[in-house]
């Protein structure tokens, strides 16, 4: 080995060396003046824990504050592999918890098995009662976690209006998703030390964030109301083996809504095993063709016009008119009849011809100003504007069919309110189904009001379209069956024949009737929806008496008087007072 090879492996060594030396002082220089984060914590002697703190869900109450839904506290289990030492004792904890949470020791016994991990979850949302046994049990490695599950006490009770809060709190559907950031609240953040099995170092305690828990919300619903609508559709789906059902009830005056209902329904304590269509508000998302009990809005429009008079008569052509090449059709066919009668005999050929007194472009704007064709505004999510094309999309025979309710398609909300604007001398109210929100302190953070959308008709015209109305229960009219003892209703029944396949198909109807009472001075509206009933088919038939079972027992839950006129005339049968 020569001098010169010598010297070179010399330098070579040497500038290893310092290369070395250069790169350790640079990293101590570094790590002392940017130290990392874990190493900050592990200096301070332990394991920072930053633990999140839940916060409760607000809570969901009718209008007499009954519960509706709440958050129940919860606890997550959780194992700490790294502290099971060796097999046996990874069996015995495994065969443990099976046996408390009612699981397969075949499931957990893998979560046991990940040395490298330090948090497995074993089964989320489980009761206090149930983790205080197992606690009890001291099982190594196994740890707990606050949380928190949505629960709904009455199971089905109103779910298409309470919607439902998934496993991760997130509101889906109805007041859950509507007002979910007003429910959510604020979760708190708890920062200290854990020691190595992850139980909190108490006396290192540092920042602690205090959570804000999620606001109130109170309804307008009545919970005996509600009962009510939802027993008569149970009924009314076993009696007429009806496809889907659906009930609004709502105050004329105000547009609160104080009961809402649709079957099929679901548990939103199960919502994973739901049906789609179950979850579905069908009162203000499904849209449908009417039938007659749109001609109300087709004979207030005119009378308010002037361009008809009550006892005005038409020639309802005995049941059948032909009408720029197609034939119209009336289920009970007449002759001449008044505009009174018309509404009381529900003739299809009468609506028509009234229509045609007013033309296409006013019998459009009428329509519109009693909110067809569009949103009304109600505080829950899913609500469908209808559909009601522009006049000038109108085909030759529209100005025939839309007056008896075809060639437009509605939801029963849309003409609820329709009819609760006649019964509210033609103020149309916005409807709505929050009463207010408060926050965990009661401080009042959202307030519903009555809001008036508009007047589509005077006062005149909507106390005499409430004369008319009301024949429509007396006997000869089509809504005898919707009467309630001790009160005068108004209301008008409507059998629409569906289109199925690209035509009308007489086999499928829609049975409906809109009511309202005392009719003098109206209360309440109800408005009744059944799907493809079967043998039975026509709203009086169908829909009417369910209106009646309904009626009869909501004037005795709200308290509202009978009818003045009844109690007078049967006051002067008896010769005397009741």
């Known amino acids: 080995m020569t001098e010169r090879t010598t010297t070179w492996r010399m330098i070579l060594v040497l500038i290893a060396v310092l290369g070395v030396w250069t790169g350790l002082c640079g990293r101590l220089v570094y790590l002392h003046l940017f130290p990392s984060q874990k190493l900050v914590e592990d200096s301070q002697g332990g394991h920072i824990l930053k633990r999140e703190l839940p916060v409760a869900r607000g809570r969901i109450f009718d209008t007499h504050g009954h519960l509706l839904a709440l958050d129940l506290p919860m606890k997550n289990v959780i194992a700490d592999p790294t502290l099971t030492t060796n097999d046996q004792q990874k069996y015995d904890v495994a065969l443990k918890l099976a046996q408390t949470l009612n699981l397969d020791p075949a499931l957990i016994l893998p979560r046991l098995e990940t040395p490298r991990s330090r948090y497995k979850v074993i089964q989320k949302f489980v009761s206090v009662e149930i983790t205080t046994n197992l606690a009890a049990q001291k099982l190594p490695g196994v740890f707990f976690e606050d949380a928190s599950a949505r629960r709904y006490p009455h199971g089905t009770f109103a779910c298409q209006v309470l919607g439902f809060a998934n496993l991760e709190g997130v509101g889906s559907a109805g007041v859950e998703q509507r007002f979910h950031d007003l429910l959510k609240g604020r979760p708190g953040l708890r920062i200290g030390e854990q020691d190595g099995k992850h139980r909190e170092i108490y006396d290192r305690r540092g920042t602690e964030i205090e959570p804000q828990d999620g606001a109130d919300v109170h309804l307008t619903l009545d919970m005996h109301v509600q009962h009510l609508v939802e027993r008569a559709l149970d009924e009314a789906m076993r009696v007429h083996q009806a496809k889907r059902a659906w009930c609004l009830v709502e105050r004329v005056r105000t547009g609160e809504i104080l009961a809402m209902a649709a079957r099929p329904n679901f548990d939103p ?110 505080d829950l999510p899913g609500e469908e504007g209808g559909i009601l094309y522009p006049h000038r999309q109108w085909t030759a025979l529209s100005i025939s069919r839309i007056p008896m309710g075809h060639e437009v398609a509605v939801t029963a909300l849309q003409l609820l309110n329709a009819l609760c604007c006649v019964a509210n001398d033609g103020h149309l109210m916005r409807p709505y189904v929050v009463a207010r929100i408060e926050d965990a302190k009661g401080l009042v953070l959202r307030r519903g009001a009555p809001v008036e959308l508009g007047q589509p008709i005077r006062e005149d015209t909507a106390r005499l379209m409430r004369k008319l109305l009301i024949r429509a229960t007396e006997p000869g009219g089509t809504s005898t069956k919707a009467c309630v003892a001790g009160y005068t209703v108004g209301g008008k029944t409507g059998t629409a024949v569906k289109f199925v396949n690209g035509q009308y198909d007489s086999r499928y109807n829609v049975a409906s009737f809109c009511g309202f009472l005392p009719a003098e001075k109206p209360e309440i509206g109800l408005m009744v929806v059944v799907d493809e009933p079967q043998p039975l088919h026509t709203g009086g038939l169908v829909a009417a008496p369910i209106f009646s079972q309904i009626a009869s027992n909501a004037v005795r839950c709200l308290q509202i008087p009978a009818s003045a006129t009844l109690l007078a005339g049967a006051a002067e049968t008896t010769g005397g007072p009741l």
């Open 269 to 378: 304590n199960d919502y994973r095993n739901a049906d789609t269509n179950a979850i579905k508000n069908l009162a203000i998302s499904h849209v449908y063709e009417p039938g007659s009990t749109f001609k109300l809005a087709t004979v207030a429009a005119a009378l308010d016009a002037g361009t008809v008079t009550a006892d005005q008569i038409f020639d309802c052509e005995s049941g059948k008119w032909l009408f720029r090449g197609r034939l119209l059709h009336d289920y009970h066919p007449a002759g001449r009849l008044t505009v009174a009668d018309i509404i009381k005999k529900s003739s299809n050929i009468g609506a028509a011809k009234i229509a045609l007194t007013l033309g296409e472009e006013r019998l459009d704007q009428y329509l519109r100003a009693f909110g067809f064709g569009r949103r009304l505004g109600l």
